[in-house]
């Protein structure tokens, strides 16, 4: 009897569907907000433990900015020489003096920095000890606090705009995980270790908490200009991404990517309207480094479609440029439509199979922008019209404000404004209206 009861007692693969069924079902539990007590809505949201540090590090990087001693450093050559008379041996081809004794030129060089240095940290030494820093300090928590009201609010509306749907209404499985799809921050709980009631708070306060964290990086990385560590940068991959390392296992939040950052801003002078710390971090894994045919994501090392698509653009675009200007180096009849050829590169950016951030068009590396409207002046400067001066400013407005595409460009419907470096670009049209000023109705043109 042993065996037989053995024989027909033995589970078949049907009942081990049964229970895979039963072991992986889902909680068909829907999330209604009318349904949490108002007893569990006081929840305390306590500030960012670690905001004195972002507002200490705010102050004093504006007192040392990044760049504070180049002007100071670019005079230490004249103020040697000034000092050391006797050390000139001559000018060099572009103007500048030369030494006839390098190594007590490094050595004065070497000390002058020492003490610019010692300066610096003296006098950071003392704004940190002062009243005035103890003043912003105290601000902190009136700075990083939020109502749990509130950070509610913006939880749901960030899902719905997120996702499309509404958190009322949706299942509560599928809530968690789009939720930690954005923040890993928020794992997904096993739904049968509790009550409907337990599952209902909990994803509330999941809500609170997802709406609070995008409130605070957001202000992080506004225009208010608040500097994060490098301890600030890994709590935000460790929500963005569920991670301080890349995917060959370095550190991501190096004191080198602070810095990168810094520098790459104050280089390129982007406002932090235009372009947030928080899209140059982005920009720098997913966008950045690329080597061709492996557009991977540095920190997940998946498969980026969108990197893709943007590097072909990119190549193309760098192709294009050439091919025209290969036109004009072997002197074959340049002719070329300047809003034609405008449009045609604004619709490529836009006219895409995947929607990339417009951001990765404004960065430098991928900035078509320059190349463009450095070809449009030599082409203009070459045909000598000063009706092409008054076209491409028109096409430089249209491309700011995102209207130059027609409705028959294919990329009408994804143009966006894109951001245009001004100072870099109206001295060339003056440079442009001084050389066409003799032309023949070139002055009234100009006046215009």
Do not use: A
């Amino acid at each position: 009897m042993g065996l037989l009861d053995k024989i027909f007692k033995r589970k078949t693969s049907k009942d081990f569907e049964v229970f895979s069924e039963n072991k992986f079902k889902e909680s068909v539990l829907i999330f209604d907000e009318n349904k949490i007590p108002s007893s569990d809505r006081n929840i305390v949201i306590p500030y960012y433990p670690h905001s004195k540090e972002i507002i200490k590090n705010y102050h004093i990087k504006k007192l040392y900015p990044y760049g504070w001693d180049f002007k100071y450093k670019e005079k230490l050559r004249d103020r040697y020489f000034d000092e050391n008379p006797s050390k000139c041996s001559g000018m060099d081809e572009y103007g500048f003096k030369l030494t006839n004794d390098w190594d007590h030129y490094d050595k004065w060089v070497t000390k002058e920095e020492e003490n610019l240095e010692s300066e610096k940290t003296k006098k950071i030494s003392n704004y940190i000890k002062s009243d005035e820093l103890k003043i912003e300090l105290n601000k902190s928590e009136e700075i990083f606090q939020l109502e749990e009201e509130q950070s509610y609010i913006i939880g749901k509306k960030l899902y719905k705009n997120k996702f499309h749907k509404s958190v009322n209404g949706s299942l509560i499985s599928e809530i968690e995980r789009n939720i930690f799809s954005l923040n890993k921050k928020f794992k997904v709980i096993k739904s049968e270790k509790f009550s409907e009631q337990d599952q209902l708070i909990n994803i509330y306060k999941k809500i609170v908490w997802f709406g609070y964290y995008y409130w605070f990086w957001n202000k992080c990385f506004s225009e208010e200009g608040y500097e994060l560590r490098e301890f600030d940068w890994g709590e935000y991959c460790l929500q963005r991404y569920g991670t301080k390392k890349d995917k060959d296992g370095d550190d991501l939040c190096s004191g080198y990517l602070t810095e990168y950052i810094d520098i790459h801003r104050k280089k390129y002078k982007y406002p932090k309207s235009v372009i947030t710390d928080k899209e140059l971090f982005d920009w720098y894994f997913g966008y950045h480094t690329y080597y061709k045919d492996r557009p991977n994501h540095l920190i997940t090392g998946e498969y980026n479609l969108k990197n893709k698509e943007f590097d072909v653009i990119r190549y193309w675009f760098d192709d294009y440029i050439k091919k025209i200007r290969n036109k004009q180096e072997t002197k074959i009849e340049w002719d070329l439509n300047i809003e034609r050829t405008f449009r045609l590169i604004y619709n490529k950016l836009f006219n895409t199979d995947k929607k990339l951030p417009s951001n990765t068009w404004n960065i430098s590396r991928n900035y078509p922008l320059g190349k463009t409207f450095t070809l449009m002046k030599d082409y203009i400067i070459h045909k000598k019209n000063p009706k092409d001066i008054f076209t491409l400013f028109d096409c430089l407005v249209k491309w700011e404000n995102g209207i130059l595409l027609t409705k028959n460009d294919k990329g009408y419907n994804n143009q966006e404004p894109l951001w245009i470096r001004w100072n870099k670009i109206i001295p060339h049209f003056r440079k442009m209206g001084k050389y066409l000023i003799k032309k023949e109705g070139g002055v009234r043109m100009v006046e215009k």
